[in-house]
């Protein structure tokens, strides 16, 4: 299993590690070929703050076939959006910047 590392160009140095917060706290919406595995066609919708079903200690359990969604998702830090430093980590600080804006988590 591997951890999701998006599909966008990650900043020099920069990868998720550890982090799943994009699994654990942002919301997966319906849409059909978007939000379903590649294998099975499953949609795997979620609301904001619900981990994913397939979130495991060790990171994806269905990496290989995850979504779209999932493939093409990158943090503002991962690309070095918003100057956010290395010690601006969503595991370090609890927020994600998504597309700009910046979403806090205090009870990650």
Partial sequence: MRRNSGDGVPQKGRSCGACTLCCTQLEIESKPGFST???TAED???????????LTPQGCSIYEVR???CRQFA????????????????????RIGVR??????YNY
């Fill in 75 to 94: 943090c503002d830090w991962l690309l070095g959006e918003k100057k956010f430093g290395p010690q601006d980590s969503p595991m370090n600080t609890g």
């Fill in 44 to 54: 795997i919708a979620k609301g904001a703050g619900a981990a994913c079903q397939y």
């Fill in 37 to 39: 595995r590649l294998d």
């Fill in 67 to 69: 979504p779209l969604v």
């Fill in 100 to 105: 700009g804006v910046t979403l806090h988590f």
